[in-house]
C-alpha cells in the first residue's frame, strides 16, 4: 500500500515534472538562464528575449554618457579652445550634426553600420529601425535591448565627426561641415563600424569567425579616433590655416570652458569605454580601470613634460594629456591589463605631446585644435598597442578560437592592416569630399566672416554679451 | 577745469581711490584698458605654440577736477599708485572747456 | 532491496521538497519569482519586499538625471537666456523651489500625490515619508525601492514648477514666486500629479480599473509641461512683459550657457523619460528610442526652418528644437514606435516653432523665454499625439482590459479631456493665487530694480565680476 | 511493469539530480545564490566570482559619479568664487590631484588604504592593482567587481585632497600643494581610509570584530571631510590672509560658475553617498532619500537665516546651505531615517552658517573658500549626529553582534573618539608637511605674482580672454 | 570741433542714441566704466563678510562733433540721459585738434 | 604734447601696433569699445524677435606723444588701420597739457 501510495506519488510528481519540463525548459535550463545573467552568457529558454536589467541599465547609462561627451562635453572642450568671436560656430557644430546624424542613424545608418550584409556594409534590413526592438539581439548583446544597443551606437555615431570639427574651427562654413560630414557617414563611418564591429564585418577579429583582418577594437581607436583624426589632418591641410595663425595671437578664449569640457569627457568616457563591454560584467570592469589609469597618467605625463620645458605645467596641457590617455587607452580598454593601461597612458601622453607641440610647429599645417596631434595619433598608438598588450585574462573573448592564436603574437600585424586600411579610406574619402564639396557650396568662409567671426555672420548670434 | 587721465596697475585702486578720497575728490570713472609701454608683457604657450602678450593689463582712471585742484590730485594718484616698478603708468592732464551735470543741468566747476 | 531502497529515496526526496515546498516557497515559485525580475513582474513570494537591483540602480541614476536637469541643466538654458544682470535671478530661483519643493514633498508632498485617497486628491498616510521604506511598494514598481520611487517623483516636482521660471524671468519679485510656486504644488500640481499618476487617481487609464478618464501620461506631458507651461502663460500676461521689451534689445546674454543647459536637459531627460518605466525593461528601452529621435528630430526641423526662413540656423534654434522635441514626446515616449518618435518631433518642431517666433509676436506677450511657446504647446501637442500613436507593441500594459478597448480608437479623446481639464485647473489656479500674491506680497519689482537688475537687488550678489 | 518502469524513471532521475547536484551545487544553493543578489548576500557556490550587474553597473555610475564631482563639479564650485585672475589656479590643483592620486592609487595607494595588513594601515599586497580583479572581494562587497570597487574609492582618495584647494586658494604655490597633497596622502588619508574602512582597519567598527574603537562612516565624514577639512583650517593659518584680506574686496568672479558646481556635487554626491552601500540594495536606497532631504534642508536654512539677517536670500548662501547638508549627512547618510536626516539638515544648516558667516570673521582667518567652515564642521557634527541617529531599521548591518549594543546608546563615544584622533593625525600631520615644504620649497607665491594672479605665473595662461 | 564725453546710466543708452539721432549726430563711442560719486553704491555679503561695492556700471559715450553741433548735441544727451535721480552722469567738453577719417583720410569737420 | 585716439577695427590692432613701433612710438593704452557710425550693424533673431545691433565692436587706441611725433603717429594709424571699408575708424588729436610717469614722477614729454 505505502509502495502504491510512493509509486503513484512519483509518477505524479514526475508526470507534472515533465509536463512542466518538457514543453517547458526545465528547472537547470531557467537556473542556467538566470546564471548565464550574470556572467553575461547567452540565455537558451526562458529568459530568451528578455533584456537583463543590470547589463540594460547600465548601457542606457553609457548612451547617456556619450551623447554628454558630445553635449556638452565636447562643444566646451572645442568651444573654449576657440576665439570668442567663433565659439557658437562650434556648439552649432556639435549641435548640428547630433540632429543630423540621429535622423540618419533611424533611416539607414545603423542598418548600414551593424545589419548583417556584405563584409563592408550593413543591409537595409533594419533602416527605419524596423526590427529593432527591445529584445537583446545576440549577436551583440545577450541582455542589452537590441533598441539600446542601436541608441549606444549612434552615440558613437554623433561624436566621430563632431571630434573632426577640432581640425577646421574658426573657418569652415557651417553648411559645408554638415554636407561633408553627412557624405563622410556614409562612406567612412557606416563601412569602418560595419567592418570592425558589425556582426559579419571584414575586420571584426573578436566576433566573426570569417573575418578576413582578425583585427580587435574594442570602443573606436579605430572606428572612432583614427577615422576622425586623419580625416581632419587632410581637411585642415586642404582648407589651409586660420587668417593670422603663426602671426597674431589666437589664444583660447576660455579655458575654464575648456576645463569643464574635459571633465565632461572623461567621466563619459567611462559610458564610452566600460559601456562597450555591452554588459556591466568583469571586461566592462577591466575596461573601466583601464581607462581611469590612462588618463591619469596622460595628465600626468604631460604635465611633467611642460614641467621641464616651460616651468609650469599648463591647464590646456593637463587637459590635452588626460584626454590623449583616454583617446589612446580607447581601443584597448577592455583587452589590457592594469599595467598594460599605465604603460598605454604614458606612451599615450608622450607621443600625443610630440604631435601637438612639435609636429603641428614644424610641419605648420593649423589643426585648430589638435584633433589629429590627439585623437589620430592616439587612436593609431592604441590600436597597435592593443595588438601587442590584449590579454585573455582581461577578457575571455580573446580566448575564443578564432583569434586566441593571435592574441600575444602577431594581433599586432592584424591591427597595423585595419587600422592602414581605415586611415587609407579616410584619407581618399575626405580629399574626393573636400573637392566636390568646396566646387559646389565653397568649403571656407570668406576673409570678412573669418574677421567678424563666424558666430555672427553664419549663425546671428553672439556667444556672450557684454 | 581739467580732466586727470591716469593709467593705473589694477590691483592699486582701492589705494588710489582711498587717497583721492582724502585729497576731497569725490568723483571718478574707471575702465579696464590693456596698456603696452616698456613694461614686459609674458608668453603664453598652448600645446607648444607661444604667443607673446604684450598687452597688460591696466585700469584707466578719469576725473575731472577744478583746476586749482590739480596738484593735489595728481599728488595722490602718485600716492596711491606708486610702487616704484615700471609699469605704474602715466597721468595726463587736458583742459576741459564745459561740464554738465545731468541731472541738474548745472554747469562748470559746479557739476564735477 | 533496490526497489526498496528505491521508494525510500524517493519518499525522503518527496518529504524534503514537501518540506521545502510547503512552508517556503517551491522552486517553481522562487524561479518565477527571479525571472519576474526580468519582465519586471510582480515577485510573489521569496523575493516579495527585496528591490531588484539593476531596476533599483537605475532609478537612482534616474533620479540624479532629473534633479541634474534643474540643477544646473535647467538653471543654465535659462539663466543663459536672461540679461547679464539677471542670470542670478533665475539661478535662485532653480536653486530656492529644488530646496522649498524637496522640504514640501517630504512634509506631505509625497503623500498628496502618490498615497490612496480620494481620486482627486491623496491621503496623508505617507507624510514625512512614514512608511515609505527601501522596499518597492507594488503600486508603483514591483523592484524599484518604494522610497526611491518617492525620490524619482520629487525631482519631478522640482522641475515643474522650475519651468514657470522661464515665463516670468527678469521681473517677477523672488519671494513672490517662491510663495506662489508652493501654493500652486498643493493647488495644481499635487493634484494633478494624484489624477493621473496616483494608483487610484481620477484620470489614470493605465494603472486604475477605476479611473473616471482613461488617460496615459507616460512621463509628464500633463503633469509637468501642460500644468507649468499653462500657468506660465497666464501668469506672464498678468505680470505684463519686461521694461522695454519690444522697444530695446533684450539679448540673450550667453548663448553658451543655453548650450551646455540644453545638453545637459537632454542627457538628463533619458532619467526623466527612460526612467519613468520604474524599471530598467523594454518600456524603458523603447522609451529611450523615442526620446532621442524625437530630440534629433526636432532639432533638425527648428534648423532647416531657420535655415529657410533667415538662411542661417541658430544655435538658440537648435537648442530650442532639440528641447522642444524632448518635451513633446515625454507623455508619449513610452507609447510609441520609433517611426511615432520621428512624427512627433517633426510636428513638436513646426508646432513650438510657431508658437514661439509667430504667435508670441503677434500677440504680443512677453512669455520670456518660452515656456509657454516650448512646454505648454509641445506638453499639449504630446499629449494629443499619444492618444494617437500609442500602441500596445512598445508598451505592453496599453494591452490590459481597463484600457486597450480605448487604444488606437479613442483615446485621443481620454487625452483631450484630462488635457483640457488640467489646462483649465492651471489658469484657473494660476489667476486666483496671482492676485492674491500681488494685494499682499506685491509680484512685480520696481522698474528701478528692474533696471539696475534683479541680482543685485534681491539677491545682493553679481553674477560675473570682470 | 508499470512499476518497474516507474522506479526506473526514478532512478534514473535521482541518478541525474545526483551527479547534478553532488559535486554541483544544488539546485537550492543556485537558488540561494540567485537570491542573495537580491540581498546584496555573500553567494556561496555558483556565483562566487561573478559580479552582480546591477550592483555593478550602480557602481561603476557611482564612481563616474564621484569623479564628476572633482571634475569638473568641485573645480567649478571653487574655481567660481576665487577672482578671474585665479581661477585656473584652482582648475589645475583639481586636475593634478586627479592625475596624481590616480598614479598613487595604483602604485600602492589603494593596497595601503584596503589590503589586510595592521589595524593601521594596509599591507602592499595589492601595490599596482596585483590581485584586485573584476571578480568581487567578499570583504568589501559580494556583487561589486573588487576593481570597480578600487576604482570607486580611487574618486574618495582624488576629491579629498581637493576640498584642501578651498582653503588655501589664490596664494598657495601649485608646486608646494601638489607635494604636500602627495605626502598628506600618505600621512593622513591612507591611514585614515585604513583604519574606518579597511577590512581589518582599527576603527571600522560596521565591519571589523576586532576594531579597537567601533566608529561608523557611512560615506567619508571623518576620512574625507574631516581629514581634509582640518587639515584645511591648519595650512590656511599656517599660510596667513591674502594680500588685501579684509581690506580690499575679495569678490567671487563667477556666482554662475559657482551655483553649476553646487550642481554638479549635488548630483554627483548621489554616488558618492548612495554609492557607498556599494550595492544596489536598500542600505543605498536610505541613503539616497537622506542625502536629498538633508541637501535641501541645509539649502532652506542658509536661505532663510539668510532672509532674517540681511533681508535676501543669496545664491552663494543656497549653494553654500545644500553643500553643507551634503557634506554632514555624508557620514550619516546610510544609517538615518528620513526625519534624522532632516534634523542633520537642520543642524548643518545652522552650524556652517555661523562657521562661515561669523567664526571665520570672528577670528579673522582667511579660509578663502571655506573649506574649514562646510567640511569639517560638517563632516564633524555628522559624526557625530551619525552616533545619535543612526538605526537598524534603516541599516541591517548595525544590528550585527559586532556593534548593536552601542547603537542607540553609546556609538556616539566611538564617534568621538574616532574623530578626535582622526583629527588630531589631521593637524599634527599638516603642521609638519607646512614647515618641512614651506622650509625646501617655499608655501606661498610671491606678493607680486599674488596681485597679477596665479593663473598667469604659475601657469601661464589665462581664465578667459575678452 | 569738440570733443563730449558723456557718462550715463547703462539703461539710458537707446534714448541717449535716439535723441542723438534726432539731433542729426550720427557718431558715437560707447565703452563700459565704473563710476564712482555721489550715488551710493550697494553692499555684497558673501557667507557674512561684507563689502561695499562703490563703483556703479556706467556707460560713457564719446563723439565728436563740429563746434556748431556741442549745444544740440549736449542737450540731446542731456534729454536722453536724465531720469532726475541721483548718479544719472556728467557731461565733459573738450576741445579737439584734429579729426581724421581712416578710410578716406578726410580731415576736419568733415571726417567726424 | 598731444593725445592721440583712434577708433579702429579689432583685427588691425596687431598692424596698428606694428606701424606704431616702426614709427617709433612705444606707449600706448588700449580699450574695447563699441562703435556706432556709418557702418551698419547686423540684425540677431531669436525665436524669431528681430534685434537690431548697431554697436559693432572697435578698439580705441589712445597715445600722447610729443607734437612733432603727432604726424608719423597718425601716419602709422591709417597705414595699420586702414581697409579701404566702411567702419575704419577715426583718428582724433586734442591738446595735452601735462604727462607725469607715476614711478619717476618724470613730468612732460620725458614721461610719454
Ligand atoms: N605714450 C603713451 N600714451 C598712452 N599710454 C601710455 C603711453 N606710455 C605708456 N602708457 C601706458 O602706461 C602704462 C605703463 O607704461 P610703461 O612704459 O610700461 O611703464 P612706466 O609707466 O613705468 O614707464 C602702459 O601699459 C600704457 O598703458
Ligand atoms: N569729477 C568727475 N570726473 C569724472 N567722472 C565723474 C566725476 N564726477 C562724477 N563722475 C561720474 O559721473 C557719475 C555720476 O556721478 P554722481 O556724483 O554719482 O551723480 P550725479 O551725476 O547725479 O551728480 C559717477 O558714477 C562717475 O562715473
Ligand atoms: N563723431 C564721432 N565721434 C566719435 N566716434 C565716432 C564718430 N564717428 C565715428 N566714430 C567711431 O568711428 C567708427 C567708424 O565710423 P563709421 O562712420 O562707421 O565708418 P567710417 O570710419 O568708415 O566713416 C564708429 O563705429 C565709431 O566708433
Known amino acids: ?466 | 577745469m581739467k580732466r586727470i587721465e591716469a593709467i593705473i596697475k589694477p590691483f592699486r585702486l582701492e589705494d588710489v581711490k582711498d587717497a583721492l578720497h582724502e585729497a576731497g575728490v569725490v568723483g571718478m570713472t574707471v575702465s579696464e584698458v590693456k596698456g603696452f609701454g616698456r613694461q614686459k608683457g609674458h608668453t603664453e604657450i598652448y600645446r607648444g605654440a607661444e604667443y607673446t602678450v604684450d598687452f597688460l593689463p591696466k585700469l584707466k582712471v578719469e576725473l575731472v577736477v577744478a583746476d586749482h585742484q590739480v596738484p593735489t590730485a595728481v599728488a595722490a594718484i602718485i600716492k596711491g599708485a606708486k610702487t616704484g616698478k615700471i609699469g605704474d603708468g602715466k597721468i595726463f592732464v587736458t583742459a576741459v572747456e564745459e561740464a554738465i551735470r545731468i541731472r541738474t543741468e548745472e554747469r562748470g566747476e559746479a557739476a564735477v
Open chain 1, 1 to 466: 500500500m505505502r509502495r502504491l501510495l510512493a509509486s503513484l506519488l512519483l509518477l505524479v510528481g514526475l508526470t507534472t515534472a515533465s509536463t512542466l519540463f518538457a514543453a517547458d525548459p526545465s528547472v537547470e535550463q531557467r537556473l542556467a538562464d538566470l546564471e548565464a545573467y550574470f556572467k553575461n552568457g547567452a540565455p537558451a529558454t526562458s529568459l530568451v528575449g528578455s533584456p537583463g536589467p543590470g547589463h540594460n541599465g547600465w548601457l542606457m547609462v553609457s548612451a547617456g554618457l556619450v551623447l554628454f561627451m558630445t553635449l556638452p562635453g565636447l562643444a566646451l572642450f572645442y568651444g573654449g579652445l576657440v576665439r570668442r568671436k567663433n565659439v557658437l560656430s562650434v556648439l552649432a557644430q556639435c549641435l548640428g550634426l547630433a540632429g543630423i546624424v540621429t535622423v540618419l542613424w533611424w533611416l539607414c545608418g545603423y542598418s548600414l553600420s551593424f545589419s548583417k550584409g556584405s563584409p563592408f556594409f550593413g543591409g537595409m534590413g533594419w533602416s527605419l529601425l524596423r526590427g529593432v526592438t527591445a529584445a537583446p539581439n545576440a549577436d551583440y548583446s545577450p541582455w542589452v535591448s537590441h533598441n539600446i544597443f542601436a541608441m549606444y551606437q549612434l552615440m558613437f555615431a554623433i561624436i566621430t565627426p563632431g571630434l573632426i570639427v577640432g581640425a577646421i574651427a574658426e573657418r569652415m562654413r557651417y553648411k559645408a561641415l554638415i554636407v561633408f560630414c553627412v557624405a563622410w557617414m556614409f562612406v567612412v563611418y557606416f563601412p569602418s563600424a560595419h567592418m570592425l564591429w558589425g556582426a559579419d564585418g571584414w575586420m571584426n577579429g573578436l566576433w566573426n569567425d570569417s573575418a578576413k583582418i582578425k583585427a580587435i577594437d574594442f570602443a573606436g581607436g579605430i572606428v572612432v579616433h583614427m577615422t576622425s583624426g586623419w580625416s581632419a589632418l587632410v581637411l585642415c591641410l586642404l582648407l589651409g590655416p586660420r587668417k593670422g595663425y603663426g602671426r597674431e595671437p589666437i589664444v583660447p578664449h576660455s579655458m575654464v570652458l575648456c576645463m569643464v569640457g574635459t571633465g565632461m569627457l572623461w567621466f563619459g568616457w567611462y559610458g564610452f569605454n566600460a559601456g562597450s563591454a555591452v554588459a556591466a560584467d568583469t571586461v566592462s570592469a577591466n575596461a573601466f580601470v583601464a581607462t581611469t589609469l590612462s588618463a591619469g597618467v596622460g595628465l600626468c605625463v604631460w604635465a611633467v613634460i611642460e614641467l621641464m620645458l616651460r616651468g609650469k605645467p599648463s591647464i590646456l596641457g593637463m587637459c590635452s594629456g588626460a584626454v590623449a590617455g583616454l583617446a589612446t587607452i580607447t581601443p584597448a580598454s577592455g583587452f589590457v591589463s592594469p599595467a598594460g593601461a599605465v604603460l598605454i597612458g604614458l606612451l599615450a601622453g608622450v607621443a600625443t605631446y610630440l604631435a601637438c607641440a612639435k609636429l603641428k610647429i614644424a610641419f605648420g599645417y593649423d589643426d585648430s585644435l589638435d584633433t589629429f596631434g590627439v585623437h589620430a595619433v592616439g587612436g593609431t598608438l592604441g590600436t597597435l598597442l592593443a595588438g601587442f598588450l590584449a590579454t585573455p585574462e582581461v577578457n575571455p573573448n580573446l580566448a575564443a578560437d578564432r583569434i586566441k592564436g593571435l592574441v600575444g603574437s602577431t594581433l599586432w600585424i592584424e591591427q597595423l592592416k585595419a587600422g592602414g586600411l581605415v586611415l587609407a579610406l579616410s584619407v581618399g574619402a575626405t580629399v574626393v569630399l573636400y573637392f566636390i564639396i568646396d566646387r559646389t557650396l565653397g568649403c571656407r568662409v570668406t576673409e570678412e566672416v573669418e574677421h567678424q567671426g563666424l558666430d555672427l555672420a553664419e549663425h546671428g548670434e553672439e556667444g556672450y554679451t557684454h
